[in-house]
């Protein structure tokens, strides 16, 4: 199982907010790239990179510093937030980042996964799935659609994502632990590899997802809060 560490940024800064409200920020880093550093000198094999500004619809701010990200550190990274258009995943995808995760896009034009899956090859297109009360959100986690993460998941298979991102909404940031059912629906329903992530605080929790056929899992709070030591959790 993958361990991914997060490095979500905010007006420049890397943060960590609570249930993805702004204004919760419980981690504020002055130096994002530094950040990103860190986390492969202590070994990660991929970063997740999250451009915050562009999920809450700001998808210009942060673009310098993801660049100096991608030109500092060799692992491959997956980015995602505000790629709103075809254009925007082009244009990252030939920059130097190995993924894009796409939310709002993927859910308002599915048809662009099929075309971006077309041009780059399905393994670089990851289709975030952020559920929240059952349904899956979208623009900042602002806005609720009429499916829940199942659903959408065997639609995007079909249009040729491959892999999907599922984040519980409702336990993300508070540290208080997981639901496992909802991620083992999400397995049940597609065949593509699911990284789970939200409410992970401990390596017990990465030992009960290890055990559902995940295939990895993105950590942000638990590193920052010093809840779960990175080294170990490579570990298990
Ligand atoms: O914290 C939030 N409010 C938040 C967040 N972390 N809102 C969206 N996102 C992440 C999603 C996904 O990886 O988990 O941004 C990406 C989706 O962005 P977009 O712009 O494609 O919908």
Redesign the pocket.
């Known amino acids: 199982m993958l361990i991914i560490p997060a490095v979500?940024i905010k007006n420049g800064k890397c943060v960590q907010?609570v249930?993805?409200?702004?204004g919760t920020e419980q981690v504020v880093i002055e130096n994002p790239v530094q950040v990103a550093a860190q986390w492969e000198d202590e070994g990660a094999s991929i970063l997740?990179l999250?451009?915050?500004d562009?999920?809450?619809?700001e998808?210009k701010r942060n673009q310098e510093i993801i660049e100096k990200i991608v030109e500092e550190i060799s692992i491959p990274i997956q980015l995602?937030?505000?790629?709103?258009t075809k254009e925007d995943a082009f244009y990252v995808l030939n920059k130097g980042i190995d993924k894009v995760?796409?939310?709002?896009?993927?859910?308002e034009n599915p048809d662009y996964i099929t075309e971006l899956a077309d041009e780059f090859g399905k393994e670089r297109i990851?289709v975030?799935l952020?559920s929240k009360d059952s349904r899956v959100?979208?623009?900042?986690?602002?806005q609720k659609t009429d499916k829940s993460a199942p659903e959408f998941g065997r639609i995007f298979e079909k249009k040729g994502a491959g892999s999907i991102?599922y984040?519980n909404?409702d336990v993300?940031?508070l540290l208080e632990g997981f639901k496992i059912e909802p991620a083992l629906e999400l397995l049940d329903a597609v065949n593509i590899p699911v990284i789970y992530?939200g409410g992970i605080t401990s390596i017990d929790d990465l030992r009960l997802l290890k055990n559902t056929g995940i295939h990895g899992v993105v950590i942000g709070s638990a590193l920052y809060k010093g809840k779960i030591n990175f080294k170990e959790a490579l570990n298990i």
């Open positions: 979500d907010l249930q993805g409200k702004p997740h999250i451009n915050l562009g999920a809450f619809g998808g995602g937030g505000g790629i709103r995760i796409l939310g709002t896009m993927a859910i990851i975030a952020d959100v979208i623009k900042g986690w602002t991102l984040t909404v993300e940031g992530s």
